[in-house]
């Protein structure tokens, strides 16, 4: 079986290798969408072209952060790409099986096996914490062991599809769900770890200072992430938050219907 993880990014050097890196172990290829990168993420993937990384396409960004238009590209992609199975991928996710023996690809199989064509991902995101705050640096899937599951909506990570004879979609439930005629969802979730951010300056750089399209905040996209400022970044205490003793060990319960890092701006949004 041939699964391809759509992967978008911009401005993910600190992201973009360990990211390949684990599909490529999990017997996944990755088609890069860079959405025109101003540090070297595209350097660092360019190496491994034709040996994980089967394309690298550069999507033009003017100006801000329009997410329609990468999910547009993927759903293109989707379509054109020759795999049995794909992925909607992040350079700060890592996307895993439901049990650490398997790959993602032998998981999907068991899926596609069973006559389910789409796969739903439990959220374990990670963060830093005011006891260890920096984890800006290459060894960071080490040293960031703190979390807590997320779950905003269910299924809200319906991320993985079988290729389809027609279009699949994906800018409707803004790449939160893939969605097809005749969709049915494995009952058994995978799981993502998610590294939301590295350090309180490096969610400045991701959120703070990202310039999203004003029509897309118009339409109630990205939520509080476009509205959060530097004040607003408050690390929480480890004893708060789940240690990390491995990937059969996560504790999906009870989850977490929004990310703590905007909940100050969200509340103020809200009537």
């Known amino acids: 079986m041939r699964v391809i993880a759509l ?29 025109e990168s101003r540090d070297e993420t595209v350097a660092r993937a360019r190496p491994v072209l ?52 398997q790959t993602l690809v032998e998981a999907l199989e ?33 040293t ?8 905003q909506s269910y299924p809200h990570q319906l991320k993985a599809w079988k290729k389809q004879a027609g279009p699949v979609d994906l800018v ?18 995978f799981r993502m770890r998610h590294y939301l951010f590295l350090s309180a300056a490096h969610a400045i750089r ?10 897309e905040v118009a339409r109630g996209w990205h939520r509080a992430r476009a509205r959060l400022r530097a004040d607003d970044i408050v690390l929480q205490d480890e004893d708060s938050l789940r240690t990390y003793e491995g990937d059969d060990r996560l504790d999906p319960s009870n989850p977490l219907t929004a990310h703590p890092l905007f909940l100050k701006r969200q509340a103020s949004a809200e009537p």
């Not at 759903?75 to 023996?101: G, H, K, M, V, Y």
């Not at 960031?144 to 779950?151: E, G, K, L, V």
């Not at 991701?206 to 029509?215: A, G, L, N």
Request: proline share 8%; aromatic share 12%; with cysteine.
């Open 144 to 151: 960031m062991r703190w979390y807590y599951p997320c779950q």
């Open 110 to 142: 068991d899926v596609d096996r069973q006559g389910f064509n789409a796969v739903n991902f439990m959220e374990y995101t990670f963060v830093p914490t005011r006891q260890s705050p920096d984890h800006d640096h290459a060894n960071f899937l080490q």
């Open 7 to 35: 992967l978008a990014a911009h401005d993910e050097q600190r992201f973009i290798v360990p990211c390949i890196e684990h599909y490529v172990r999990h017997g996944v290829d990755v088609y890069l969408i860079d959405n």
């Open 172 to 189: 409707s439930s803004g790449g939160h769900q893939v969605s097809f005629p005749g969709l049915k969802m494995s009952p058994v979730d």
């Open 50 to 101: 034709g040996r994980g990384v089967v394309g690298i396409d550069t999507l033009p960004r003017s100006g801000v952060f329009t997410w329609a238009k990468i999910l547009e590209r993927k759903e293109q992609l989707a379509a054109t790409l020759d795999a049995d199975w794909f992925l909607q991928a992040d350079p700060d996710e890592i996307r895993l099986p439901p049990r650490s023996e």
């Open 206 to 215: 991701k959120y703070v200072q990202r310039p999203f399209d004003p029509e």
